[in-house]
């Protein structure tokens, strides 16, 4: 799982260019309760055990996002904080098997206010893209 064209060394971020999604081991009520970045890989609260998520249980599993890459390395960004970058394009993988190379800013924000497909208000039963603007459903 990492992409041909990262100039990151392979040591960091676990050997990996993608990040999979929070929203399939965190309930869609645990989701909506974190709001920092720094809860996709922390455990929260604490005291809360990960629920694994099904795929089949997502609702509309065009616009939800289960991978995607973790560097921005389409278009170089300076100091690249990943999901937590409006800047840049990546590409994601959606649960019913499209791959998409989208811009960070079209991603909808999510509870913490970054395009982070991890927290996605609502979880498995909400969408990361289109935008909620244009989501004929």
């Known amino acids: 799982m990492f992409c ?3 100039l990151t060394p ?3 971020y676990e050997s990996t260019s993608y990040a999979y999604s929070t929203a399939f081991y965190h309930s869609p ?5 974190m709001d920092d970045k720094s809860d996709t890989w922390s455990s929260f609260p604490p005291e809360t ?3 694994s998520q099904r795929s089949f249980d997502v609702v509309k599993p065009y616009g939800k996002i289960i991978i995607g890459e973790w560097n921005s390395n389409h278009l170089r960004i300076d100091d690249d904080e990943g999901w937590w970058c409006r800047e840049g394009s990546r590409n994601y993988l959606f649960v019913d098997g499209q791959v998409r190379y989208i811009a960070a800013e079209d991603i909808r ?3 913490d206010g970054w395009p982070n497909p991890n ?3 609502g979880g498995i039963r909400d969408i990361d893209w289109p ?3 244009f989501d004929a459903n």
């Open 119 to 121: 927290l996605t208000i």
């Open 131 to 133: 935008t909620l603007a």
């Open 49 to 51: 055990p990960s629920i």
């Open 29 to 33: 009520q645990q989701i909506d309760a």
């Open 4 to 6: 041909p064209e990262d």
């Open 109 to 111: 924000p999510a509870q």
């Open 10 to 12: 392979e040591e960091k």
